[in-house]
Nanobody, 121 residues
Framework: QVQLVESGGGSVQAGGSLRLSCTAS????????MGWFRQAPGKERGGITF???????SYADSVKGRFTISQDNAKNTLYLQMNSLKPEDTAMYYC???????????????WGQGTQVTVSS
């Protein structure tokens, strides 16, 4: 049973930083691609950054240069460092893992429960 547990969300003022963590269990960590998705109220869930099993990363234009995805294989943990946060980054953030990646996109098979990020102006 694959389990993903996020932590690190919260409230911050615009321009601030947060780091999200996602601890994975129940599978061979390195065989999966992983990523972060987010969903704002009234909007669809969308992927913002992914990391493949070989460490290759990709970013949506909206977060490029501000967010950094990384992983600690020894701890089976995925991170999302978010800097220069904007009010439009306010959303529920989800960690995901998948078996298939293509064109820098990870097709998620498993999801975490989500962690809320709120950025005030």
């Amino acid at each position: 049973q694959v389990q993903l547990v996020e932590s690190g969300g919260g409230s911050v003022q615009a321009g601030g930083s947060l780091r999200l963590s996602c601890t994975a269990s129940g599978y061979t960590y390195r065989t999966y691609c992983m990523g972060w998705f987010r969903q704002a109220p009234g909007k669809e869930r969308g992927g913002i950054t992914f990391i493949d099993s070989d460490g290759t990363t990709s970013y949506a234009d909206s977060v490029k240069g501000r967010f950094t995805i990384s992983q600690d294989n020894a701890k089976n943990t995925l991170y999302l460092q978010m800097n220069s946060l904007k009010p439009e980054d306010t959303a529920m953030y989800y960690c995901a893992a998948g078996l298939i990646s293509s064109g820098g996109y990870c097709y998620a098979n498993y999801w975490g429960q989500g962690t809320q990020v709120t950025v005030s102006s």
